[in-house]
């Protein structure tokens, strides 16, 4: 009975597919590349089951032959997609579009992703060669199997026209410390949020998070999985910032701290301290290169995605008005304004006068260059750290921080600079004798943020304030006029 294995995983009573009472007797080998009299439709579903994956089946021998593709039909000929083939379904199935109740076979929502015809060039036991024809899915595709029930599936002919691959290697494109553009109409403006970037690529459901300087952290915010699953099949590339929240809703990187050192948080963590991953680009969408697009563009794919979830959101942008929106930033207690000339492409890992930050809170990043012991109830810990920017001749002396620590911090940062120890000072020039004296030099690979309210004449910071540790910002990118 050709469809026995998909009745024996199904009752008609709990589920809403279409289950045959019946079968009418006949081969379960499919082979042969005549096709006449077999058949030609076929069908793509999205299913959000246990995983995401579309189901493509094909028509033969009065049944459809399924295969579970989790990231899709490729439309890059240079990337093969793993598939994986299950049993045979009703021809009823074609048209199926439903929810499964939780906890029967391949329980969640089912939806027809693309259906039409297709013509077959081969058919074995180990290779299934079609042309399709649908409103989505145009090409020849190969199927072919690796072992047991694993397959593979190729694009043959070229990817569609003007369709371009995913980059997998950008870096996000920076702005400038400056003021208030005159011409505010030709700009846009968006808060400031006090986070850390990400560039999430979306490829078949998956996400991939990745920092500012390019490590892989998608393990570090499970959170964000879900905007894979609403954006589908919808490839895209987003630039945005990961904040946590404090309860009176604003974005605090003190608070942000407890979730960025953490390879895999627990249940209790992520309770604890959500996220949310705040987007305000679009890079590319759907085989769309938006690089070279101006700011305008970029903005409206991406409010055209309609992204929107418990951990990821777009913002309001407020076209003009600036002076107006760093007002109430400043009322609020908010961090600033980023200011984005509306024509201005996206430039990857360039810093540029076409974005511009405006804050009311001086931050600054800072290499960490060693440390000096405490006193009193600090004996024997660290007391304040030792600070450095780049200059043309390497890391000069910016300062020191003994403030804006707790317990935990001091101990995080004794642990983290211990292997680091080095015997001399890594400053090109002199540091003040009443801090090196005694001072615990370190190998300069740390970043530190701070707050301060001003830089001094020779170059030092004013008051810092420590506000913890920045993991996407490398050592050799913290100059002076970056601040």
């Known amino acids: 009975m050709p469809l026995e294995t998909y009745r024996a995983k199904r009752d008609a009573r709990r589920t809403p597919e279409p289950v045959p009472a019946w079968d009418v007797p006949g081969p379960q080998d499919h082979t042969g590349d005549d096709q006449a009299g077999r058949g030609d439709t076929f069908v793509v579903q999205e299913h959000h089951a246990t995983a995401l994956h579309w189901d493509v089946r094909l028509e033969r021998d009065g049944v459809l032959v399924s295969w579970a593709v989790p990231k899709g039909l490729p439309l890059d000929p240079a990337e093969n997609h793993l598939a994986k083939q299950t049993e045979d379904h009703p021809m009823a199935y074609a048209t199926f579009a439903g929810s499964i109740p939780k906890g029967e076979y391949g329980g969640g929502q089912v939806t027809v992703w693309d259906s039409g015809t297709y013509v077959l060039e081969k058919w074995t036991d180990r290779e299934v060669k079609v042309v399709l024809t649908g409103q989505r899915v145009q090409g020849r595709y190969v199927f072919f199997r690796t072992r047991g029930d694993s397959w593979m599936v190729h694009r043959m002919d070229g990817p569609p026209q003007g369709w371009t691959p995913l980059p997998k290697d950008l870096q996000p494109m920076l702005a400038t410390a400056g003021t208030m553009p005159h011409d505010e109409d030709r700009w846009a403006f968006e808060v400031k949020w006090d986070g850390v970037r990400a560039l999430v690529r979306v490829d078949g459901g998956r996400v991939q998070v990745r920092s500012r300087n390019g490590n892989d952290v998608t393990a570090s915010y499970p959170e964000l999985r879900g ?151 600090r004996a024997g810990r660290i007391g304040s750290l030792l600070l450095g920017v780049h200059g043309p001749e390497g890391l000069v002396y910016a300062g020191h921080v003994g403030t804006g620590f707790s317990d935990a911090t001091l101990r995080s940062l004794q642990e983290q600079l211990r292997p680091l120890r080095r015997e001399s000072s890594p400053f090109v020039g002199e540091v003040p004798r009443q801090h090196a004296r005694d001072a615990v030099w370190v190998e300069p690979r740390l970043v530190a943020e701070v707050e301060y309210t001003e830089w001094t004449r020779d170059d030092r910071l004013r008051h810092p304030s420590y506000k913890g540790l920045r993991e996407d910002v490398s050592p050799e990118e913290v100059t002076r006029e970056q601040q």
Do not use: N
């Open 227 to 377: 905007l894979g699953l609403q954006l589908g099949s919808r490839q895209a590339l987003l630039d945005g910032e990961i904040v946590a929240m404090t309860p009176s809703g604003r974005s605090d990187f003190g608070t942000l701290q407890a979730r960025m050192h953490v390879a895999k948080p627990s249940a209790a963590l992520l309770r604890a301290t959500p996220v949310q991953l705040v987007l305000f680009d679009a890079l590319h969408v759907e085989g769309r290169s938006l690089l070279d697009e101006p700011w305008t563009v970029r903005r409206e794919a991406l409010e055209a995605l309609e992204l929107g979830g418990e951990a990821w959101q777009v913002p309001d942008v407020f076209r003009g008005h600036g002076t107006a929106l760093l007002a109430a930033t400043r009322d609020q207690g908010l961090e600033g304004v980023v200011a984005k000339r509306c024509d201005s492409p996206y430039l990857p890992g360039r810093r540029t006068d076409a974005w511009l930050k405006l804050k009311h809170v001086k931050r600054a990043s800072v290499v960490i260059a060693g440390w000096k012991p405490g006193e009193g109830g």
